[in-house]
């Protein structure tokens, strides 16, 4: 069972952390006995691998980030990039997914998540394209099946208070309590990690979780693609 921590805890990455034994017991206690929600079974070409290779081949250039993924267990899951954990939101992205389904994904190790959009006609092809992070909704495919859609959001007062109450949070994944009413009170749960930003192209960047030091981890990747 995992512990209820009142407030986030930063993790010093030099140490020797077991971050993969803490992030399978959350995966325990996030994923029900049987999880109502089923992918669609449109889904990508059969070599996926082949997909994922091809769309970050042309990389260019190489950040580091940090992601968290946040949400209740029924609710559906959040993904927020920052620079750091105290500065604002690159891209806040809303996954037609509850919390569960994604965190059932991650219990093999491994979690590819692909969004795809399609670049509308212009009548001025020299007009530039806008950001990757402005893109309003993907369609979104989870280990190769096709899951729905990402949306893109605005910061709500609730993401502004859970992203301050975690800000010394450099790495981990827990349980925070939220004060509220409805589906706003109750156990929130996080995955932070730092993620290795890959600029492939305007039309393509990737996101790889860099696991802490010390654990041998999950396999984690974010792959955002315009065609």
Same mark, same amino acid.
């Given at each position: 069972m995992v512990p209820i921590m009142d407030t986030p805890t930063s993790v010093d990455c030099g140490r020797e952390v077991r971050f993969r034994k803490s992030f399978r017991s959350l995966v325990e206690c996030m994923v029900p006995a049987c999880c109502g929600f089923q992918a669609s079974a449109d889904s990508l070409a059969s070599d996926t691998d082949d997909y994922y290779t091809s769309s970050s081949a042309s990389t260019t250039t190489t950040t580091t980030v940090t &992601?968290?993924?946040? &949400?209740?267990?029924? &609710?559906?899951?959040?993904?927020c990039l920052q620079d750091d954990t105290r500065s604002s939101p690159l891209i806040l992205l809303e996954f037609a997914i509850p919390t569960a389904y994604l965190a059932k994904e991650m219990q093999h190790g491994l979690l590819?998540?692909?969004?795809?959009?399609?670049?509308?006609?212009?009548?001025?092809?020299?007009?530039?394209?806008?950001?990757?992070?402005?893109?309003?909704?993907w369609t979104m495919y989870c280990n190769g099946r096709k899951v729905g859609f990402a949306t893109r959001r605005q910061m709500s007062v609730g993401d502004v208070a859970v992203l301050k109450l975690m800000q010394s949070v450099s790495v981990g994944a827990g349980v925070l309590p939220v004060a509220g009413t409805g589906e706003a009170a109750g156990l929130l749960m996080y995955l932070r990690a730092s993620f290795e930003r890959v600029v492939g192209s305007v039309d393509s960047e990737s996101f790889h979780m860099l696991n802490p030091v010390g654990s041998s981890g999950q396999e984690l990747s974010i792959f955002l693609v315009r065609s």
């Open positions: &992601g968290t993924f946040f &949400g209740y267990r029924k &609710g559906r899951v959040s993904f590819r998540i692909a969004l795809e959009c399609c670049h509308p006609r212009q009548i001025n092809s020299q007009k530039e394209r806008c950001s990757l992070f402005n893109v309003p909704v």
